[in-house]
């Protein structure tokens, strides 16, 4: 799954960290996310979209491997 988190975060001047924190997760999750390592869950990936006031499809986007 390829996603916006980094492009978004950085678009809001916003470091790793202060994401984490806002999100109540750690900075090593968003790190993951962003570098296509984990894929949240249903409910983080809600917190995430409404965090950035935009939808799930926006940011993430599934890709079938073949």
Do not use: C, H, W
């Not at 995430?48 to 890709?63: C, G, P």
Request: hydrophobic share 30%; no cysteine.
């Amino acid at each position: 799954m390829e996603n916006k988190v980094e492009e978004l975060r950085k678009n809001m001047g916003l470091s790793q960290e202060d994401l984490a924190k806002d999100l109540g997760i750690s900075r090593q999750t968003i790190s993951s996310i962003e570098r296509g390592r984990y894929n949240p869950s249903l409910e983080l990936a809600f917190t995430i979209s409404n965090y950035f006031k935009t939808t799930i499809e926006d940011i993430f986007k599934y890709r079938e491997e073949n």
